[in-house]
Protein backbone atom coordinates (compact mmCIF):
# COMPACT_ATOMS: atom_id res chain seq x y z
CA UNK A 1 0.00 0.00 0.00
CA UNK A 2 1.54 3.29 -0.80
CA UNK A 3 0.56 6.45 1.16
CA UNK A 4 1.48 10.07 0.46
CA UNK A 5 2.49 12.80 2.76
CA UNK A 6 3.01 9.63 5.94
CA UNK A 7 6.01 8.67 7.51
CA UNK A 8 8.62 6.50 6.57
CA UNK A 9 10.52 4.06 8.83
CA UNK A 10 12.01 5.79 12.28
CA UNK A 11 9.56 8.16 12.21
CA UNK A 12 10.59 11.01 9.03
CA UNK A 13 8.22 12.26 7.65
CA UNK A 14 8.03 11.78 3.81
CA UNK A 15 7.51 14.84 1.82
CA UNK A 16 8.77 17.32 4.32
CA UNK A 17 12.19 19.01 5.20
CA UNK A 18 15.60 16.87 4.73
CA UNK A 19 15.80 14.77 8.15
CA UNK A 20 18.54 15.86 10.70
CA UNK A 21 21.60 13.65 11.32
CA UNK A 22 19.92 11.84 14.62
CA UNK A 23 17.05 11.01 11.88
CA UNK A 24 19.78 9.50 9.32
CA UNK A 25 21.28 7.51 12.38
CA UNK A 26 17.86 5.84 13.65
CA UNK A 27 17.03 4.99 9.68
CA UNK A 28 20.27 3.20 8.94
CA UNK A 29 20.24 1.57 12.25
CA UNK A 30 23.80 2.78 13.19
CA UNK A 31 24.85 5.79 15.41
CA UNK A 32 24.60 9.62 14.84
CA UNK A 33 28.90 9.76 14.94
CA UNK A 34 28.67 6.95 12.27
CA UNK A 35 26.53 9.07 10.22
CA UNK A 36 28.62 12.32 10.94
CA UNK A 37 31.39 10.47 9.68
CA UNK A 38 30.07 9.45 6.27
CA UNK A 39 28.59 13.08 5.64
CA UNK A 40 32.01 14.68 6.28
CA UNK A 41 33.88 11.89 4.16
CA UNK A 42 35.82 10.49 7.00
CA UNK A 43 37.15 6.89 6.09
CA UNK A 44 36.44 4.86 8.94
CA UNK A 45 33.15 3.69 7.87
CA UNK A 46 32.65 -0.12 6.81
CA UNK A 47 31.52 0.03 3.10
CA UNK A 48 28.33 -1.63 3.80
CA UNK A 49 26.81 1.28 6.54
CA UNK A 50 28.60 3.92 4.53
CA UNK A 51 26.82 2.46 1.25
CA UNK A 52 23.12 2.33 3.61
CA UNK A 53 23.39 5.76 4.81
CA UNK A 54 24.13 7.14 1.13
CA UNK A 55 21.40 5.99 0.17
CA UNK A 56 19.18 7.36 2.57
CA UNK A 57 20.73 10.71 1.49
CA UNK A 58 19.89 10.26 -1.58
CA UNK A 59 16.33 9.24 -0.80
CA UNK A 60 15.48 11.33 1.58
CA UNK A 61 17.59 14.67 1.53
CA UNK A 62 20.73 16.17 3.60
CA UNK A 63 22.01 19.38 3.15
CA UNK A 64 24.71 20.89 5.67
CA UNK A 65 23.68 24.08 6.83
CA UNK A 66 25.94 27.01 5.95
CA UNK A 67 28.90 25.04 5.17
CA UNK A 68 29.88 27.01 2.00
CA UNK A 69 30.74 30.06 4.05
CA UNK A 70 32.99 27.62 5.74
CA UNK A 71 35.27 26.79 2.38
CA UNK A 72 38.30 28.40 2.46
CA UNK A 73 39.23 30.65 -1.29
CA UNK A 74 40.90 27.76 -2.56
CA UNK A 75 41.38 25.47 -5.53
CA UNK A 76 43.27 22.56 -4.98
CA UNK A 77 44.99 21.01 -8.61
CA UNK A 78 46.31 17.56 -8.03
CA UNK A 79 48.53 16.10 -10.97
CA UNK A 80 50.09 12.43 -11.37
CA UNK A 81 53.54 14.63 -12.48
CA UNK A 82 54.32 18.27 -11.42
CA UNK A 83 56.93 18.45 -14.02
CA UNK A 84 56.88 20.06 -17.63
CA UNK A 85 55.30 22.25 -19.90
CA UNK A 86 52.05 20.13 -19.92
CA UNK A 87 51.13 20.90 -16.41
CA UNK A 88 52.36 24.70 -16.84
CA UNK A 89 50.00 25.37 -19.49
CA UNK A 90 47.38 23.77 -17.18
CA UNK A 91 48.43 25.60 -14.15
CA UNK A 92 48.48 29.20 -16.24
CA UNK A 93 44.93 28.51 -17.18
CA UNK A 94 43.64 27.63 -13.91
CA UNK A 95 45.67 30.41 -12.32
CA UNK A 96 44.14 32.98 -14.47
CA UNK A 97 40.64 32.22 -14.06
CA UNK A 98 40.83 31.48 -9.71
CA UNK A 99 42.27 34.86 -9.70
CA UNK A 100 39.45 36.40 -11.31
CA UNK A 101 37.06 34.95 -8.35
CA UNK A 102 39.44 35.43 -5.29
CA UNK A 103 40.82 32.20 -4.96
CA UNK A 104 44.20 30.92 -4.78
CA UNK A 105 45.40 27.45 -5.93
CA UNK A 106 46.90 24.80 -4.03
CA UNK A 107 48.92 22.55 -6.28
CA UNK A 108 49.32 18.75 -4.55
CA UNK A 109 51.53 15.91 -6.53
CA UNK A 110 50.73 12.13 -6.64
CA UNK A 111 54.35 11.44 -7.82
CA UNK A 112 53.40 9.46 -10.96
CA UNK A 113 50.66 7.67 -9.58
CA UNK A 114 47.28 8.63 -11.89
CA UNK A 115 45.35 8.14 -8.58
CA UNK A 116 45.87 10.25 -5.08
CA UNK A 117 47.39 8.04 -2.59
CA UNK A 118 46.39 6.96 0.48
CA UNK A 119 45.62 10.37 3.04
CA UNK A 120 45.37 12.48 0.48
CA UNK A 121 41.46 13.02 0.64
CA UNK A 122 42.02 13.85 4.20
CA UNK A 123 44.55 16.50 3.72
CA UNK A 124 42.40 17.78 1.20
CA UNK A 125 39.44 17.95 3.66
CA UNK A 126 41.64 19.78 6.65
CA UNK A 127 42.30 22.44 3.92
CA UNK A 128 38.45 23.15 3.20
CA UNK A 129 39.10 24.09 -0.77
CA UNK A 130 36.21 25.68 -2.54
CA UNK A 131 36.63 22.58 -5.16
CA UNK A 132 39.40 20.05 -6.42
CA UNK A 133 40.40 19.61 -10.01
CA UNK A 134 42.02 16.53 -10.93
CA UNK A 135 44.39 16.77 -13.61
CA UNK A 136 45.33 13.20 -15.67
CA UNK A 137 43.74 11.33 -12.60
CA UNK A 138 41.38 9.53 -11.39
CA UNK A 139 39.97 8.95 -7.76
CA UNK A 140 38.93 5.66 -6.00
CA UNK A 141 35.39 5.23 -4.76
CA UNK A 142 36.37 6.21 -1.06
CA UNK A 143 37.80 8.99 -2.28
CA UNK A 144 35.30 10.37 -4.42
CA UNK A 145 32.50 9.61 -1.17
CA UNK A 146 34.76 11.58 1.15
CA UNK A 147 35.09 14.89 -0.94
CA UNK A 148 31.22 14.58 -1.75
CA UNK A 149 30.43 14.18 1.38
CA UNK A 150 32.36 16.93 2.67
CA UNK A 151 30.36 19.03 -0.93
CA UNK A 152 33.34 19.82 -2.00
CA UNK A 153 32.87 20.06 -5.46
CA UNK A 154 35.32 18.19 -8.11
CA UNK A 155 36.02 18.26 -11.59
CA UNK A 156 38.43 16.49 -13.86
CA UNK A 157 40.96 17.56 -16.66
CA UNK A 158 42.01 15.33 -19.63
CA UNK A 159 40.61 11.95 -17.08
CA UNK A 160 42.45 9.03 -17.48
CA UNK A 161 38.98 6.51 -17.80
CA UNK A 162 36.00 6.94 -19.50
CA UNK A 163 34.08 9.75 -19.29
CA UNK A 164 30.98 8.30 -17.47
CA UNK A 165 32.28 8.62 -14.28
CA UNK A 166 31.06 10.36 -11.07
CA UNK A 167 32.46 13.94 -12.14
CA UNK A 168 32.19 16.40 -14.64
CA UNK A 169 35.08 16.85 -16.81
CA UNK A 170 36.91 18.65 -19.13
CA UNK A 171 38.81 17.19 -22.16
CA UNK A 172 39.72 17.80 -25.78
CA UNK A 173 38.86 16.01 -29.38
CA UNK A 174 41.75 13.72 -28.79
CA UNK A 175 39.92 11.11 -31.62
CA UNK A 176 39.50 14.38 -34.59
CA UNK A 177 43.22 15.43 -33.41
CA UNK A 178 44.52 12.01 -34.53
CA UNK A 179 42.75 12.05 -37.62
CA UNK A 180 44.18 15.30 -38.50
CA UNK A 181 47.41 14.53 -38.05
CA UNK A 182 47.29 11.43 -39.82
CA UNK A 183 45.36 12.63 -43.00
CA UNK A 184 47.76 15.42 -42.90
CA UNK A 185 50.55 12.73 -43.38
CA UNK A 186 48.41 11.05 -46.24
CA UNK A 187 48.14 14.57 -48.21
CA UNK A 188 51.41 14.61 -48.14
CA UNK A 189 52.34 11.58 -50.12
CA UNK A 190 52.85 8.85 -46.64
CA UNK A 191 51.55 5.75 -46.55
CA UNK A 192 54.20 4.09 -43.55
CA UNK A 193 52.92 5.69 -41.03
CA UNK A 194 53.80 4.31 -37.55
CA UNK A 195 52.26 5.74 -34.22
CA UNK A 196 53.83 5.95 -30.88
CA UNK A 197 50.90 5.95 -28.56
CA UNK A 198 50.59 6.71 -24.60
CA UNK A 199 49.51 4.01 -21.84
CA UNK A 200 46.62 1.63 -23.76
CA UNK A 201 44.56 2.30 -20.64
CA UNK A 202 44.54 5.95 -20.55
CA UNK A 203 41.20 7.56 -22.45
CA UNK A 204 43.24 10.06 -24.54
CA UNK A 205 45.93 7.49 -25.63
CA UNK A 206 43.38 5.24 -27.16
CA UNK A 207 40.90 7.82 -28.44
CA UNK A 208 44.42 9.13 -30.71
CA UNK A 209 45.09 5.97 -31.80
CA UNK A 210 41.16 5.24 -33.07
CA UNK A 211 41.86 8.47 -35.03
CA UNK A 212 45.05 7.11 -36.87
CA UNK A 213 43.27 4.23 -37.47
CA UNK A 214 40.21 6.00 -38.78
CA UNK A 215 42.59 8.21 -40.90
CA UNK A 216 43.88 5.57 -42.20
CA UNK A 217 41.33 3.35 -42.87
CA UNK A 218 39.62 6.01 -44.57
CA UNK A 219 42.43 6.55 -47.19
CA UNK A 220 42.42 2.54 -47.86
CA UNK A 221 45.65 1.79 -46.47
CA UNK A 222 45.50 -1.11 -43.96
CA UNK A 223 46.69 -0.36 -40.35
CA UNK A 224 50.74 -2.55 -40.00
CA UNK A 225 50.84 -3.89 -36.49
CA UNK A 226 54.59 -3.52 -36.73
CA UNK A 227 54.21 0.43 -36.84
CA UNK A 228 51.66 0.39 -33.75
CA UNK A 229 53.87 1.07 -30.73
CA UNK A 230 52.52 2.01 -27.27
CA UNK A 231 54.55 3.96 -25.09
CA UNK A 232 54.09 6.13 -22.11
CA UNK A 233 54.06 9.48 -22.95
CA UNK A 234 57.68 10.56 -21.91
CA UNK A 235 60.98 11.31 -24.44
CA UNK A 236 62.35 7.94 -23.77
CA UNK A 237 59.46 5.68 -25.05
CA UNK A 238 59.79 8.25 -28.41
CA UNK A 239 63.38 7.74 -28.32
CA UNK A 240 63.37 3.45 -27.89
CA UNK A 241 59.96 3.26 -30.37
CA UNK A 242 61.73 5.19 -32.89
CA UNK A 243 65.17 3.44 -32.96
CA UNK A 244 62.86 -0.01 -33.23
CA UNK A 245 61.04 1.04 -36.13
CA UNK A 246 63.75 2.52 -38.03
CA UNK A 247 65.33 -0.77 -37.43
CA UNK A 248 62.86 -2.30 -39.32
CA UNK A 249 63.27 -4.17 -43.22
CA UNK A 250 60.99 -1.43 -44.17
CA UNK A 251 60.81 1.15 -41.91
CA UNK A 252 58.46 4.16 -41.42
CA UNK A 253 58.31 7.46 -43.65
CA UNK A 254 56.45 9.21 -40.77
CA UNK A 255 55.50 8.70 -37.20
CA UNK A 256 53.01 10.23 -35.23
CA UNK A 257 53.70 10.49 -31.82
CA UNK A 258 50.83 11.04 -29.35
CA UNK A 259 52.82 13.59 -27.55
CA UNK A 260 55.32 16.24 -28.01
CA UNK A 261 57.43 14.45 -26.06
CA UNK A 262 57.35 11.45 -27.37
CA UNK A 263 58.12 13.20 -30.44
CA UNK A 264 61.37 14.94 -29.61
CA UNK A 265 62.55 11.67 -28.83
CA UNK A 266 61.45 10.69 -32.40
CA UNK A 267 63.68 13.70 -33.36
CA UNK A 268 66.91 12.35 -31.28
CA UNK A 269 66.71 8.53 -33.19
CA UNK A 270 65.88 10.17 -36.57
CA UNK A 271 69.43 11.67 -35.79
CA UNK A 272 71.32 8.65 -34.23
CA UNK A 273 70.17 6.86 -37.69
CA UNK A 274 71.93 9.71 -40.28
CA UNK A 275 68.23 10.81 -40.89
CA UNK A 276 67.22 13.99 -41.49
CA UNK A 277 63.54 15.71 -40.70
CA UNK A 278 61.52 15.70 -42.55
CA UNK A 279 63.49 15.17 -45.64
CA UNK A 280 64.43 11.28 -44.75
CA UNK A 281 61.03 11.30 -41.94
CA UNK A 282 57.84 13.43 -41.37
CA UNK A 283 57.33 13.37 -37.62
CA UNK A 284 53.51 15.11 -36.31
CA UNK A 285 53.43 15.43 -32.00
CA UNK A 286 50.68 16.13 -30.01
CA UNK A 287 49.57 18.85 -26.96
CA UNK A 288 51.83 22.10 -29.26
CA UNK A 289 53.77 22.67 -26.20
CA UNK A 290 56.01 25.75 -26.17
CA UNK A 291 59.09 23.59 -27.12
CA UNK A 292 57.49 22.40 -30.25
CA UNK A 293 57.86 25.55 -31.97
CA UNK A 294 61.31 25.79 -30.75
CA UNK A 295 62.38 22.47 -31.87
CA UNK A 296 64.76 22.08 -34.68
CA UNK A 297 63.00 21.66 -36.90
CA UNK A 298 59.99 23.09 -35.53
CA UNK A 299 57.69 20.50 -34.79
CA UNK A 300 54.15 20.13 -36.58
CA UNK A 301 52.02 19.22 -34.12
CA UNK A 302 48.11 18.82 -32.96
CA UNK A 303 47.34 21.57 -30.72
CA UNK A 304 45.71 20.90 -27.31
CA UNK A 305 44.43 23.63 -25.54
CA UNK A 306 45.54 22.86 -22.12
CA UNK A 307 45.38 26.20 -21.18
CA UNK A 308 41.01 26.69 -21.59
CA UNK A 309 41.13 23.29 -20.46
CA UNK A 310 42.56 24.26 -16.29
CA UNK A 311 40.52 27.05 -17.17
CA UNK A 312 36.91 25.94 -18.35
CA UNK A 313 37.75 23.37 -15.11
CA UNK A 314 37.88 26.07 -12.98
CA UNK A 315 34.60 27.89 -14.00
CA UNK A 316 33.26 25.03 -13.54
CA UNK A 317 34.49 24.62 -10.04
CA UNK A 318 33.21 27.89 -9.26
CA UNK A 319 29.18 27.26 -10.58
CA UNK A 320 29.10 24.00 -8.44
CA UNK A 321 30.11 25.91 -4.97
CA UNK A 322 27.25 28.43 -5.97
CA UNK A 323 25.06 25.49 -6.48
CA UNK A 324 24.32 25.97 -9.43
CA UNK A 325 23.74 23.44 -12.38
CA UNK A 326 26.29 23.18 -14.93
CA UNK A 327 25.11 23.51 -18.81
CA UNK A 328 26.94 20.15 -19.37
CA UNK A 329 28.75 17.64 -16.72
CA UNK A 330 31.37 16.64 -20.20
CA UNK A 331 33.24 19.90 -21.78
CA UNK A 332 34.90 18.97 -25.31
CA UNK A 333 37.27 21.56 -26.28
CA UNK A 334 38.18 21.48 -30.15
CA UNK A 335 42.39 20.32 -31.32
CA UNK A 336 43.42 21.90 -34.28
CA UNK A 337 46.90 20.87 -36.76
CA UNK A 338 49.77 23.22 -36.29
CA UNK A 339 51.71 22.29 -39.34
CA UNK A 340 55.26 23.34 -39.10
CA UNK A 341 58.32 22.36 -40.08
CA UNK A 342 58.63 18.66 -39.26
CA UNK A 343 56.40 17.21 -42.05
CA UNK A 344 57.10 17.13 -45.82
CA UNK A 345 56.69 14.79 -48.92
CA UNK A 346 58.11 11.18 -48.65
CA UNK A 347 61.78 10.40 -50.04
CA UNK A 348 61.71 8.30 -53.20
CA UNK A 349 62.84 5.03 -52.71
Known sequence: MTTTGGFGAGGVAEGSEPPTLAQLAELAGTSVATVSKVVNGRSEVAPAT??????????????????????AALVELVFH????????EIIKGVGAVARRHGLAVVLSESQGRHVPGRGWAEGVMRRRPTGVIAVFSELTADQSHQLAGRGIPTVLVDP??????????VGAGNWNGGLLAVRHLLALGHRRIAIVTG??????????????????DA?????????????????????????????LPEPPTAVFACNDLQALGVYRAAHEAGLRVPGDLSVVGFDDLP???????????VRQPLSDMGAAAVTMIVALARGEALPQERVELPTTLITRASTA???RR
Not at 58 to 65: A, I, L, M
Not at 220 to 237: I, K, T, Y
Not at 291 to 301: F, H, R, Y
Open 199 to 216: PADVLSSRARLDGYRAAL
Open 160 to 169: TGEPGHAFPS
Open 81 to 88: ELEGAYAM
Open 345 to 347: APP
Open 219 to 247: AGVPVDPALVREGDFHVADGLRHARALLA
Open 291 to 301: AAEWAVPSLTT
Open 50 to 71: RARVEELIRERGYRRQKKAANR
